[in-house]
């Protein structure tokens, strides 16, 4: 019997998991070993950070998507052994494969950063996302009343710094009214080291989340770039200091450090690369795809971006062509496709920056997001199930 095993239940690993289980798979046994027993909807995890009920939307479990299809493992990867072709894992398993697909994402990036990683919360993982909101919650409301306005710090003004500004101005409105406090009682800077939010896109979507997030309890830092981090300060290379009480770091990822650890070769920025099928370099029965592989497309000389769209499609695509390995048929070859962004900017407004320089703003584009995400949902889950959550995720969130 064929093992595969897919490492890593992120879009990469469950869109692999339900494209090889599409297909007969008599004689062969797949196996997924994820650190948790739900998928995650990391574009959501801004939302998470100021939710009520952040699992119940954004955590659906590998049971409900798989349904039997698949052995599921919860546990931690520890080694992977391309040589003999062992996974060890925290639980000390030894899981022996014929094929394998890694799809351990992404983690938080430091950069070397004095202080940083010992004084910031990342947002990264839903147990960060609670405690963001676990922590704001406390020191805004404690014995019911506003004790101080408390200094929230965002180092990053990406698309999880901006979209979590946004949200945060939201939950410090909700704060206020349920527990009677100062509708004021958090003051938020956003640290960036360029000169506007979201350097990557169109500055049409910049100036408008810029625009979305205009408040007094809204304040820019653009132009410096953190060099140290302090218990309760934080420094920028432009002789700058900005006191916090929360400091919650959104300012870059690496690929997952077990790649690297293991031996298996990387890039500099600890990608394993791969070649048009999503093969690793010289490792012929490895596969990679999402944030951990460096896949260069022919026709930019570029690397496709670390974005749900990619990681989906990535995994789909080497879960077809481990099939067709084993099968032994043709391979088929990875395209690169780029749809767009779409980037959420309080309530029911949103900004899509879409091909061709196409531009939904305000309403259009929140229902555009919510249409991306039902098609996600039925993509991974039975339709009664994905148009529940869909049509409930908004209400929950917002409770």
Sequence with gaps: MQHIVILGGGFAGVAAGISLTKHKLADIKVTLIDKHSYHLFTPSLYEAATSETPTKNIAIPFKEIFDGKMELIQDIVTNIDTAKKVITTDKKLQIQYDYLL???????????????KENAISLKTLEEAVAIKDKIKLMCCQEGKCNKKIKVVIGGGG??????????????????????LAKDCMDITIIQGSDRLLKELDTHVSDLAQKRINNPQVHFAFGGHIAKVTKSSIFTDNKKEYPFDIFIWTGGVTANHIIKDSKIPV???NQIEVNDFLQADKL?????AGDVAQYIDPKTQKSAPGVAQVAEEQGAAAGENIFR?????????????HFGYIVPMRGRFASA????GIHLDGFLGWVLQQLVFLRYMLGILPFWKAFRKWNTFELQLKQ
């Design 284 to 288: 012929d029965h490895v596969f990679a």
């Design 325 to 337: 390995m084993i099968a032994k048929k043709p391979l088929v070859k990875y395209n690169y496709r």
């Design 102 to 116: 890694i799809t351990l994402g992404s983690e938080t990036a430091f950069h070397h950063i004095e202080g940083l």
């Design 159 to 180: 698309f999880s710094g901006t979209e979590l500004a946004e949200e945060l101005l939201t939950y410090n409105e909700k704060l206020a009214k349920q527990h009677h």
């Design 267 to 269: 890039t500099p920025h």
């Design 353 to 356: 920056e879409l091909m061709y």
